[in-house]
T-cell receptor
Framework: DGGITQSPKYLFRKEGQNVTLSCEQN?????MYWYRQDPGQGLRLIYY???????QKGDIAEGYSVSREKKESFPLTVTSAQKNPTAFYLC???????????FGPGTRLLVL | EDQVTQSPEALRLQEGESSSLNCSYT??????LFWYRQDPGKGPEFLFT???AGEEKEKERLKATLTKKESFLHITAPKPEDSATYLC????????????FGDGTTLTVKP
């Protein structure tokens, strides 16, 4: 089955800790995206990558970092600099940069 | 800057009671308008892409339409299983590859 997987489903972060969220796709899509969703709100773009070894900041990149070493993988690190990390994180991919984005099931990050 | 406003924020319908959700947008050179359905605790599920004013697309009880300033998602004879949050997003010409999302409309259909 082709699709996008995210892990873990739930993640707990302690103060001062960096945590990494996984996103993998087997759709052979070139573009990948990370969004943050807070309760009752829409999606806000954190980072996106249109091709391997290249990525751009979205609207709320501060406190986050990404890498795109492989076409199928786009991990997101939530650093200790992100003071309010509690949210639902969604990864998406698309065939090209102006095409329909398809989403993974999400990771819920909570702070202990 | 691209902007998307969805209304109403919440909509409660009786089963079989048809209605419409609105998505108003401001974008420089629309590249595409997207509708998604999101169930609680899950990722958005793609419904439709519209590219130009006058375009319409249908899927079961849902029909999406597009004008130069807004899009409507019409729901005909809804069922309880249509209850979800519906998200609208746009891609504009000045921000290639970046989608701007609205805050969504939460639809509840009562039996």
């Amino acid at each position: 089955d082709g699709g996008i997987t995210q892990s873990p489903k739930y993640l707990f972060r302690k103060e001062g800790q960096n945590v990494t969220l996984s996103c993998e796709q087997n759709l052979n899509h070139d573009a990948m995206y990370w969004y943050r969703q807070d309760p009752g709100q829409g999606l806000r773009l954190i980072y996106y990558s249109q091709i391997v070894n290249d990525f751009q900041k979205g609207d709320i990149a501060e406190g986050y970092s990404v890498s795109r070493e492989k076409k199928e993988s786009f991990p997101l690190t939530v650093t200790s600099a992100q003071k309010n990390p509690t949210a639902f994180y969604l990864c998406a991919s698309s065939r090209g940069q102006e095409e329909t984005q398809y989403f993974g099931p999400g990771t819920r990050l909570l702070v202990l | 800057e691209d902007q998307v406003t969805q209304s109403p924020e919440a909509l409660r319908l009786q089963e079989g009671e048809s209605s419409s959700l609105n998505c108003s947008y401001t974008v420089s050179g629309l590249r595409g308008l997207f509708w998604y359905r999101q169930d609680p605790g899950k990722g958005p599920e793609f419904l439709f892409t519209l590219y130009s004013a006058g375009e319409e697309k249908e899927k079961e009880r849902l029909k999406a339409t597009l004008t130069k300033k807004e899009s409507f998602l019409h729901i005909t004879a809804p069922k309880p299983e249509d209850s979800a949050t519906y998200l609208c997003a746009v891609q504009g010409g000045t921000n290639a590859g970046k989608s701007t999302f609205g805050d969504g409309t939460t639809l509840t259909v009562k039996p």
